[in-house]
Every structure is written in structure tokens, then in C-alpha cells.
């Protein structure tokens, strides 16, 4: 086994695919970073929920919103709904980590919030709920998944954002996440500070 040639393709690979995902999602992570600074701007908050490494993506980002990202800002109202262990083992421990975002999301949100619901197969039982969830709270869903989108894009609606990886390797959709939210981020402080 060559592993350097290997370790060159996984290089390529990720470049590729990132760069295919520009013209893919440019516009559709514009329009994401206008509906949350609109609710930045009516005191509303962002909700970010994943599993396993996008429950990651949801800390980082959420953190990325409290302190800033490249620009100094005031912070701004992000809560990442997978970093209180408390809470999601004690909804898990009575047999609902089904519901672990859901019923945050319903105690939480708000209409006029925004659910930043992020699964790499796009079939996560507790994401598709905190969706379901944050249509009752008549909340905004941004929702990021790899593959074919999985049953997360049936739950979307009009007003929804799917920003969708056709992909199906795990480490691609997860090195596409980064970037997108590291766009999303700096949108988000472009429109608030007013950068060209």
C-alpha cells in the first residue's frame, strides 16, 4: 500500500468536491446567512442541533456566533442544542433519544427562530424531529445533509434552506460542512458590518 499516494487522493478528493459544491451552494448559503441575521436582528436566535460530528458542527458554530469569527462583533444569540450532556442523557434515559433535540427546541424556540439542523445521512431520527419541532414553534429550518438528502429534505418547506452534499463518503460531507459553515459565518458578519 502506498500511503502517500493515498493520503494525495483523500487531498484531491475534498478539493474537488468543494469546488464542485461552489456554484452548487453559493447562493443557497447567501440566503441562509440573510434569514439568520434577520432574526439576529429581530432578538430572535439560532437553534444548531447534530449527532456524533455534527453535533461538532452545531458547538462550532454556535460559538463562532456567541464569540466571533474573523471580525469583531457583538455576540450573537446561538445556542447549540447538543452540548448540555445533562439534558440529552436525561431525555435519553427515559428512552426518547429520539426526541433529545425536539423537546429543547419546543422549551427553546420561538417563532422567528432559526433550527440549524445538520445530519450527514439526512435520516436521524432525533434531526427529523427537532425539524418537526421547530415547524410547530413556526420556527426557519436551515438544514445541512450529504448523499441524496435522506427523509430530512421531505420535512423542508418553502421558506426552508436545504444545503444539500451529493455525496456519500462520511470524511467528504464532514470536510464540506466545515467549509460551509465557515462561509455561512463570515456572511453572517459580512451582512451585519456592512463588508463588500
Given at each position: 500500500?502506498d500511503?502517500?499516494?493515498?493520503?494525495?487522493?483523500?487531498?484531491e478528493?475534498?478539493?474537488?468536491?468543494?469546488?464542485?459544491?461552489?456554484e452548487?451552494?453559493?447562493?443557497?448559503i447567501?440566503?441562509?446567512?440573510?434569514?439568520?441575521?434577520?432574526?439576529?436582528?429581530k432578538?430572535?436566535?439560532v437553534?444548531?442541533?447534530?449527532?456524533?460530528?455534527?453535533?461538532?458542527n452545531?458547538?462550532?458554530?454556535?460559538?463562532?456566533?456567541l464569540?466571533?469569527?474573523?471580525?469583531?462583533r457583538?455576540?450573537?444569540a446561538a445556542?447549540?442544542?447538543?452540548?448540555?450532556?445533562?439534558?440529552?442523557?436525561?431525555?435519553?434515559?427515559?428512552?426518547?433519544y429520539?426526541?433529545?433535540?425536539?423537546?429543547?427546541?419546543?422549551?427553546?424556540?420561538?417563532?422567528g427562530?432559526?433550527l440549524?439542523?445538520?445530519?450527514?445521512?439526512g435520516?436521524?431520527?432525533?434531526?427529523?424531529?427537532?425539524?418537526?419541532?421547530?415547524?410547530?414553534?413556526?420556527?426557519?429550518?436551515?438544514?445541512?445533509?450529504g448523499?441524496?438528502?435522506?427523509?430530512?429534505?421531505?420535512?423542508?418547506?418553502?421558506?426552508?434552506?436545504?444545503?444539500?452534499?451529493?455525496?456519500?463518503?462520511p470524511a467528504?460531507?464532514?470536510?464540506?460542512y466545515?467549509?460551509?459553515?465557515?462561509?455561512?459565518?463570515?456572511?453572517i458578519?459580512?451582512?451585519?458590518?456592512?463588508?463588500?
Amino acid at each position: 500500500m502506498d500511503l502517500k499516494k493515498r493520503i494525495i487522493q483523500h487531498f484531491e478528493d475534498s478539493a474537488h468536491l468543494k469546488l464542485a459544491l461552489a456554484e452548487l451552494l453559493a447562493e443557497p448559503i447567501a440566503a441562509s446567512a440573510e434569514i439568520m441575521v434577520e432574526a439576529f436582528l429581530k432578538e430572535k436566535k439560532v437553534l444548531a442541533c447534530g449527532n456524533g460530528a455534527g453535533a461538532s458542527n452545531a458547538q462550532y458554530f454556535s460559538s463562532r456566533m456567541l464569540n466571533h469569527f474573523e471580525m469583531e462583533r457583538p455576540g450573537l444569540a446561538a445556542i447549540s442544542l447538543s452540548a448540555d450532556s445533562t439534558t440529552l442523557t436525561a431525555i435519553a434515559n427515559f428512552g426518547h433519544y429520539d426526541q433529545t433535540f425536539a423537546k429543547q427546541v419546543l422549551a427553546l424556540g420561538y417563532a422567528g427562530d432559526v433550527l440549524l439542523a445538520i445530519s450527514t445521512s439526512g435520516n436521524a431520527a432525533n434531526i427529523l424531529n427537532a425539524i418537526k419541532a421547530a415547524k410547530e414553534r413556526n420556527m426557519s429550518v436551515i438544514a445541512l445533509s450529504g448523499g441524496d438528502g435522506g427523509l430530512l429534505v421531505e420535512l423542508l418547506e418553502d421558506q426552508d434552506i436545504h444545503l444539500g452534499v451529493p455525496n456519500d463518503s462520511p470524511a467528504r460531507i464532514q470536510e464540506a460542512y466545515i467549509l460551509i459553515l465557515h462561509c455561512l459565518c463570515d456572511a453572517i458578519d459580512c451582512l451585519l458590518l456592512g463588508v463588500d
